[in-house]
Each structure stands twice: as C-alpha cells, then as structure tokens.
C-alpha cells in the first residue's frame, strides 16, 4: 500500500503543532509563568525549548521519515538485525491509549462548556452555582459519556476521512480558527479594566519571586514544561514524519512547530492574567481554573455569554488537535502492524476507545472510592500520571538512544535523514553529538525520577519506596533495550 503524503508543507506544520498544543499549554503555562516570576521563567523555558525539546522532536520526526512507518514497525525497519528496539512499540502505543482514555472525556468537558455558554446557563448565576454546575457535570456518567462519546466520533470522523482530505484539510482549518479566536480573546481580555496590570504581571520579569520560589524550583519547573509541552515519545510526531517528503529539512519544520507551539502557551497567558486581574481573581492551576473561576468571570463580563462561549471553543479546539493527532498514530499502528485499511482501523478503535475511557468517566462518581495514587486520586490521575510521568520522559530517551548509539539507528544515519532537504541543518559538530549522547537522555532521566519523587515523597516511606522501586524498574527495562541490542550485534 503506497504511503499517503501531506499535501502541504503548512498542513504539516499545523497538523503536527496541534499534536503538540494541549491544554497544558492553556492553564498549566500561564499559571507556572505567573508563579515562577512571569518573563523570567519565560525565558528560562524557551531556552530548555530550544536545547532539550527541539532536539528530541528533531530525532522522533527522523525516526518516522526514514522508515515511512507508524511506531508499530519505524524500529523494525531502522533497527540492526538481531537487536530488540521494536519491543519498545508496545510501550508507545500503550500510552497513545492511556492519554485519549481521559483526554477524550476533558475535550468533551470542552465542548460541554462552550455549549452550555452559549445557551446562557451561566448568566445572572452566583459563584455557588457555577461550582455546582461544574460538580453535577462529573457526578452524571450519562452526561461525561455523552460528550466523550461526541468527541470520540467527531476526531474518528476526521481520521477516516483519509490524511490529506480528512486530518490535514480539517485540521488546517481547525487550527487557523484556534489561532484566530486566540488573538480575539487575548486583545479583548487585555482591553479589559485593569487588564493591563495582568499583562505587566505576566510580561515583566519578577526576579523577586523568582527568587522567592527558589532558583532551583523555576530552573526545573521550566525544564519540565518545556519537555512535557511537545508531547514528544510516544510516536506521535514519528507518524507525520512518515507522511513528509524530503524536500525540507526536519530542522528548520520542527523549529516552525515548537514557535507555534510556543505562541499558544504565551497567547494563553495574555488571554487568563488579564481577565483574573480585571476581576480581581487569583489564578489557579487546574480545572478550577477553567471551569469555576473563567466561567465566574464571563457572567460578569459586558457580552460574557458569547466571548465565555469562544473561550471554551478554544479549548475545545486545542483539546481535539491533540485528540486527531493521537487517533491518527493509533490508526496508523494498526494498519502498519495487522495491515487493515483505514476505515476498518477506524471502526475497531471506535469501540475500544469508547470501552476503554468508561474506567476514568466512572472515577469522578461510581468508582471515586477508588484511589489510585493516594487520598483525592482517581483514575483520570493514574493514567495521567502513567503518560506524563512514564512513558513521554522514557519514550523520548529511547528515541535519543536510537538515533545516536551504534547499536541503534546512529549518529550518521540519522544526521543524514534530518539534514535531508532544503532549509535549516542540524548541527553536526562532535559536542553536539556528546551532548545528545550523554548528557540530554541523563537531564530527561532526571525530570523522569524528580516527577516519582514529587508526586510520593509526602505519602508513606512503604508507599514511597514501592513506587521508587517501580520507577527504577522502567529505567532498567528501557536501557536493556540498547545493552540487549548491543551484546546481538557483537555475536552476529
């Protein structure tokens, strides 16, 4: 079967950034901005950006150009004969499910809200309502599946259309309405009363509160963001490398994505400071954020009902960019692995995803008693916690591995792919190879443990020790995949 093609260069550009664009960028972004000293900690992330994500995005693109292949067979077919890389598929592909298992069921929060806006069932209402609208949302299973399921439908919609006329037509337009509702919302929050003072809060370095949060604290808080913005390790950006042609550069396209990328996250910090300082609100991380505090905001605002309602289209969009992108690799590994067409991949998946999210739509009421990482988790946590904290940081040093140890793809191979083409080259020079090859996979090992050590220090030492040891165990099963491969290719 001939591989499908983007039929754009801006196709894929958008198409990939929307894999990458979450809604992390949303609220998580502007609230660690505001937190960590707000342009102080910005350009302490955009510098981790550029020497940790680019060059981890760089060699995941490289992976799926040369192959021409989804996560299922890349390693297959890049890998030296007898090593044992493309056991590590199975890892990948268990993370694209985990993810679209609660983030399917959030973007259907999304699309919820928008419409419940713009029916004006927040208008006139007091802050004790909206907290209450907000709860009976997850304590109804009918209500989260509904709108799961809507979403489900909608981004396997997309997929089966094909890439040129579904993913990459639909998410074109998709994105260009997310950008452009993005500026809309960010000059009418700054034109706001009192906006102002938000935009100087959240531009103006702070350097008092930077030290305030310790130095060390921001250093990593940044370094994390950074990593964790671009979704990387999990094949994701593999399966629309393989849909590209050589004719660019991966340098100078990953560069195009992580601006965009880039652009949102400080976009969204225009769009939530402004409108908290107009109304005297104190930003938050999370949900209440987005689903308590914002739509308290827009009841209050001149024409709240109609910008609350493209507020929450927003989301909605940046929510299903990155729910197409991973449906898209789920179909992609089933047709590359089992070698079913597309529609037919489609209609499984529709299925198993819809089964599969029920656990995490049944944690917010059924199975709240159900505590998966200590007292308040629930399911949502757990496989939030498996993808963000486990397989991206652990995905991504088996691609940096791969594309530079001799015993995987290597160094040559894979300068020569990402260096195809027109447009920016990627350094060649013998320290960037060293640092790629032993510093970057110890820094994303790093994030990788502080992450366990952050989420249990506080509980039990038992509990504690128990999921240090897990973490441990991961760290050895990834690094055997390249000791493995090495002692094969010595006996061949």
Same mark, same amino acid.
């Given at each position: ?46 510098? *981790? ?37 493309? *056991? ?325 191979? *894979? ?78």
């Amino acid at each position: 079967m001939k591989r499908e093609k983007f039929g754009s260069r801006l196709g894929f550009i958008l198409v990939s950034a929307g894999c990458a664009i979450g809604l992390g960028n949303v609220w998580k972004f502007p609230y660690m901005a505001g937190q960590y000293g707000g342009a102080a900690f910005i350009l302490i992330y955009l510098l *981790f950006l550029v020497i940790l994500g680019l060059p981890i995005i760089v060699c995941e693109f490289s992976v799926g150009r040369a192959s021409q292949k989804s996560i299922a067979t890349s390693y297959n077919v890049l890998e030296p004969k007898g090593s044992r890389w493309h *056991f590590t598929r199975w890892f990948a592909i268990a993370g694209n499910y985990l993810l679209v298992m609660f983030y399917s069921m959030v973007g259907g929060w999304m699309l919820y809200y928008c419409f419940r806006m713009m029916w004006g069932e927040f208008t006139g209402i007091t802050s004790d309502a909206v907290v209450e609208k907000y709860n009976s949302m997850l304590l109804s299973p009918a209500t989260l599946t509904l709108w799961t399921v809507l979403v489900i439908l909608i981004a396997f919609g997309i997929c089966s259309i094909g890439l040129q006329q579904g993913v990459e037509k639909i998410m074109k337009a998709t994105m260009l309405c997310l950008l452009a509702i993005m500026v809309v919302l960010a000059v009418r929050s700054a034109t706001l009363p009192g906006g102002s003072e938000g935009l100087s809060f959240y531009l103006i370095p702070d350097f008092k509160r930077l030290l305030e949060n310790g130095i060390g604290n921001v250093v990593f808080g940044a370094m994390s963001q950074a990593f964790f913005t671009l979704s990387i390790g999990m094949g994701g950006m593999a399966i629309f490398g393989s849909y590209l042609d050589k004719s660019r550069s991966l340098t100078g396209e990953s560069v195009s994505i992580v601006l965009l990328d880039t652009f949102v996250a400080l976009t969204a910090g225009m769009i939530v400071f402004p409108a908290c300082f107009a109304f005297g609100v104190e930003p938050e991380a999370g949900p209440g954020l987005v689903f308590i505090t914002l739509p308290n905001i827009f009841t209050r605002m001149p024409g709240g009902r109609l910008w609350g309602a493209f507020f929450f289209l927003f989301l909605f969009f940046a929510a299903l960019s990155t729910i197409v992108g991973v449906f898209e690799n789920i179909v992609s590994f089933w047709m590359d692995l089992f070698g079913f067409g597309r529609r037919k991949s489609v209609g499984i998946n529709i299925i198993l995803i819809i089964v599969l999210s029920i656990p995490c739509i049944l944690g917010f009421n059924v199975l709240s008693g159900i505590q998966p990482l200590g007292s308040g988790s629930n399911v949502m946590d757990l496989e939030d916690f498996l993808v963000s904290n486990n397989i991206l940081p652990l995905g991504s040093v088996i691609y940096l591995m791969f594309c530079t140890y001799k015993t995987g793809w290597g160094w040559d191979n *894979f300068l020569r792919e990402a260096n195809s083409g027109s447009g920016l080259k990627f350094p060649q020079h013998a320290l960037i190879r060293g640092y790629m090859t032993y510093i970057l996979p110890w820094i994303v090992v790093i994030i990788y443990l502080k992450g366990y050590y952050d989420k249990f220090s506080t509980q039990s030492p038992a509990v504690f020790t128990v999921w240090m040891v897990i973490a441990f165990a991961f760290l050895l099963m990834v690094f055997a995949v390249s000791r493995r491969g090495k002692q094969m290719t010595k006996t061949k």
